[in-house]
Nanobody, 127 residues
């Protein structure tokens, strides 16, 4: 069983940066597709970034060029580097994973594609 633990959220001013972490417990992250999701107050959870086992990445249009997803295999941790933050980035951020070790499969930004979820970390962008 894979457990995911997010951290790194907080309050930041518009234009600032945060780095979210998603640490794995129980199983290694290797062989998994990893994604980050954003849930704004009163809205559906939506995918913002994902990465597959070949390190191919994908981003939603709303964060492209501002957010970066990457993995540290040695630490079994996934990260979301968030730069040039905007007030509309406010919400709870979740990391998610699904076992997909085969090459040639691209990760998805759909919540239904993932089996394991973290508890979420709050990000507030406000002056």
């Amino acid at each position: 069983q894979l457990q995911l633990v997010e951290s790194g959220g907080g309050l930041v001013q518009p234009g600032g940066s945060l780095r979210l972490s998603c640490a794995s417990r129980g199983l290694h992250l290797g062989g998994h597709h990893i994604a980050w999701f954003h849930q704004a107050p009163g809205k559906e959870r939506e995918g913002v970034s994902c990465i597959d086992v070949e390190d191919h990445t994908n981003y939603s249009d709303s964060v492209k060029g501002r957010f970066t997803i990457f993995l540290d295999d040695a630490k079994d941790t996934a990260y979301l580097q968030m730069d040039r933050l905007k007030p509309e980035d406010t919400g709870v951020y979740y990391c998610a994973a699904i076992w997909r070790p085969d090459f040639g499969l691209r990760a998805s930004l759909l919540p239904s594609a993932y089996e394991y979820w973290g508890q979420g970390t709050q990000v507030t962008v406000s002056s």
